[in-house]
């Protein structure tokens, strides 16, 4: 617990606790989500997580970027698309007790697999793929249309692993995660 | 060497290369990601058939970084063994078709002879008369124009170019950015838009970034198209920009008669920004409450429909014929010329409101499909 009385949401050093993880990629998901928390909010910050239809609130503390910072996440969409992985790996640790095992490519970009604390992964048979999205200045509404976006993506998508959406409106200071599917 | 010690070192020198490239080192993120197609490319031969899932996956990764390697040759000769492979995982099969056009679009752009921004737009038109491969040539022609038009705003708001209503872009931008149109591999009716790189190294601002043109345009297309009119706001601050693509992505939209809907993606992207004919009606919505004035009632306005035969921006009128009646409209407000201008000699509706007995005041234009 911190001053506030809410439990943290810790997005520092993700790779000590998610094995998939770098220091350094680590380290950007945290400067780009402390980017885009700092462009509405003061550290710390109480954010609202809705998860699979229950909700609870958490701490996040960030630090305030400085001039390089700020210059190196310049763009608004890789740094709200990165900062949004960082805040949403953290918070399916707390709320699911997954992290990230494992990376695979895509043409774009990559997906994050996630899997329960402790698992070995020796494959990708029962990892689950963590959909990620965010939203910078959108109210509610906004994240909740997106997570239902992110959601019908998903089902639509051609994947056949299990999956996990998760969307962060970060001026909401709101997290909505859900998971999509069991198996396809 | 296991398939999770190859993967593993494969995800490190991935997310190294990654690193690098948002560092601006392309030549060392080119080298990282070689380094990781080749680990994972060996952990894709260690992966045991039965884990259909696994193996799916990383033959899409393998080819993926081979992609970013700029190694077309050898991802395309992956992606074909694999599509061989009838025991490869559906999602895997379409995943590979996809980034096998994505390598014909590159191969492509390198056969043209000219330096393209990274970063492309593939367009799918679907449904209506719309059939695999083929389109009405009107219909085509008119998205092809609207999504060039686009491109340009996109530009010239990045850039930082103040709000243009009347003409086409400076001949620099023209020049400098041109458009170009790339066949794609049918489904559909598909092709994608490449952005040419200005020879001149300084064209852009200093803190914009060209490869994100495209991913801009997709981002501007997909707020345009939402109800959320708070994720538009943000990206395109300036009003007169916001309504001008506003009015730009409504001329994209279907409305359901010659087709469905249209799709745009980033090469590759299995998830599109879709434009079907419930967001050509939410763009509405979001136009009439900001182009009609608060004291104007639903009543008070008009509706002529018939063609728009003559239009003259800076006198500030338009006339629209219908059975050999003229009806001039006045007060074209922020009506600018990219939009209204492809319009001319087309069916067109025109809301309006009466100001006086003989006079129409201007509200809104959009294309009778």
Partial sequence: MNESGKSLLQLESLHDRHPGLTASLSGTFYESASVCLNRHHESPVVMTIACNGRSSKKSVEFAKPDARVLNAWANDIDTTESGAYGVSLAAVEVEEHLVAVRRAETLTGADWYVAPIGTRSDDLETCIRLEVSGIDAGGRSAVETRLRQKIEQTKRGTSNLPAIASVVGFKEKAIAIEKVSDDK | ?369
């Fill in chain 2, 1 to 369: 060497m296991t398939w999770a010690e190859l993967h593993s070192q494969s995800e490190r020198l991935a997310i190294e290369a990654h690193v690098a490239l948002k560092s601006r080192d392309t030549r060392r993120a080119l080298d990282l990601y070689r380094q990781a197609a080749d680990f994972e490319a060996r952990a894709l031969t260690l992966v045991d058939p039965s884990k259909v899932r696994t193996r799916g996956i990383t033959a899409v990764s393998a080819v993926a970084l081979w992609f970013k390697a700029e190694e077309y040759g050898r991802a395309e000769q992956l992606a074909y063994s694999m599509l061989a492979d009838s025991s490869i995982a559906s999602f895997a099969v379409e995943e590979l078709r996809n980034l096998v056009q994505a390598i014909w679009t590159e191969g492509s752009k390198l056969r043209a002879g000219v330096t393209f921004i990274p970063g492309q737009v593939m367009v799918s038109v679907k449904g209506g008369e719309v059939v695999t491969g083929g389109a009405p040539l009107d219909l085509i022609v008119d998205r092809v124009q609207t999504i060039q038009a686009m491109f340009y705003r996109t530009i010239e708001f990045l850039n930082g170019a103040s709000h243009r209503r009347v003409g086409r872009p400076t001949r620099e931008l023209q020049e400098a950015c041109r458009p170009w149109l790339f066949q794609s591999a049918p489904g559909s009716y598909q092709f994608s838009v490449a952005i040419q790189k200005p020879v001149q190294p300084d064209f852009f601002k200093k803190d914009i970034q060209p490869e994100q043109i495209a991913q801009h345009f997709l981002e501007i297309v997909r707020a345009s198209s939402g109800d959320d009119t708070g994720e538009l706001e943000r990206l395109v601050p300036d009003e007169t920009y916001r309504g001008t693509f506003l009015k730009l992505a409504r001329n994209l939209a279907p409305s359901g008669k010659a087709f469905e809907r249209i799709e745009f993606r980033a090469a590759g992207e299995a998830h599109p920004v879709t434009l079907g004919v419930e967001s050509r009606l939410s763009i509405n919505q979001q136009l009439r409450k900001k182009s009609t004035p608060p004291t104007v009632t639903d009543e008070d306005q008009e509706e002529i429909r018939g063609i728009l035969r003559a239009l003259h921006l800076d006198k500030d009128w338009l006339e629209v014929v219908d059975a050999n009646v003229t009806t001039r409209i006045v007060g074209l407000q922020d009506a600018v010329d990219d939009v209204i201008g492809p319009m001319v000699n087309r069916s067109v509706v025109v809301r309006a409101v009466r100001a006086g007995r003989n006079e129409l005041k201007f509200l809104d234009i959009e294309l009778a499909e």
